[in-house]
């Protein structure tokens, strides 16, 4: 793979503060790039939802640096990425730019790496964000690493720091138990990934329009080592889609054993949403994997999020706050889940948990008989 060149080599060092070890003034050299960008994530004609979100704090961030929103979209001949483009202006994107080539057709980290670095060197964006993804992670990565920038991972928070107008990336750290904010003060550009559903997912505004740049690849296939022979869909995709939830019945450790955790499983049923779970209980062997909200697990934005036996530490606080209403139950009135609980109900969950099913029950049958 040809490498692109590096935006940040030939520069003249950057002084260095007293006492310090690093660079913390940007070169001159680099005071020309503008923008926030959003990478366009998209597989077999829908794009990720995750990119939407992005675009949506891209342009917060760019209305207060006073610049635009662009948002990059590669891909195949005959995808139609031009639509793609179409739907980000509709979110808040200004520009795009477009690469169509063929071997852009399926992701494949060499080309997309080529096809992103040189549009980054080419039109000088200052922050560059993409979907923490299997996809978003990998391109993430190794774009960061071709271009000698930062890149900070699995973000929680993006701002732009008032003093030095840099962005200001909030993440958890050392299992969730802090936050740290990072600041890419000395290069450009400044990147970062964010998790879906971490974001808010903006209104989109029809009447909309931006500016659409056409772009050029310059690689062949007898460049790229990793072939593309087949896709083959993940037969369990459908089973657990736990960040997509609108309503989730998340159970903790206070539910004691796998046996009382089935009351978890009984109210998801009856209000038809998805069984989440702490790191605890998926530790136990209790459920799989896929059902861990946290840090190290799942973000979820549901429109309700019920959570029994929870005890609510800030790794599991990180996957779940952003929820449109909490309802906590936990036999401790000084849990931490109350301090962002919008409803608390201080009881034993093996009790509530099918006094709430049946209420739920009975309402939703009677709704039933009266639409009938």
Known sequence: MSEAPNPNAGAAPAKRPAGRGRNTELPEH????????VFIEHDRGHVHSVSWELVGEARKLADTLGSTVGVVVLGGNDE???TFAA???????????????????GYRNEPFTKGLTDLVNKYQPEILLLGATSMGR???????????????????ELRIDPVSKALAATRPTFGGSLYCTIMTLAYRPQMATVRPRVMLMPKADPSRTGEITQ???????????????????DANSNKINLPYADVIVCGGKGL?????????FELARVLGGEVGATRPCVQAGW???????GQTGKTVRPKLYIAAGVSGAVQHRVGCEGSDVIVAINTDANAPIFDFAHYGIVGNAMQVLPALTQAFAAHLALRSRQAA
């Not at 680099?30 to 960008?37: D, E, R």
């Not at 772009?215 to 869909?233: H, N, P, R, S, Y």
């Not at 459920?287 to 909200?293: S, W």
């Open 80 to 82: 139609p990425l031009e």
């Open 256 to 264: 004691k054993n796998p046996e009382n955790f089935k009351l978890v």
């Open 138 to 156: 990998d391109l993430a990565g190794s774009v960061a690493t071709t271009l000698l920038t930062g890149l900070t991972a699995d973000c929680t």
């Open 87 to 105: 739907e980000a202006f509709t979110y808040g994107a200004d520009k795009a730019y477009i690469i169509h080539d063929p071997v852009l057709k």
């Open 215 to 233: 772009d050029t690849l310059g690689m062949v296939e007898t460049q790229i080592v990793t072939k593309l022979l087949d896709f083959i869909a």
């Open 287 to 293: 459920v799989e994997a896929d059902r861990q909200v």
């Open 30 to 37: 680099l005071k020309a790039y503008k923008g926030v960008w």
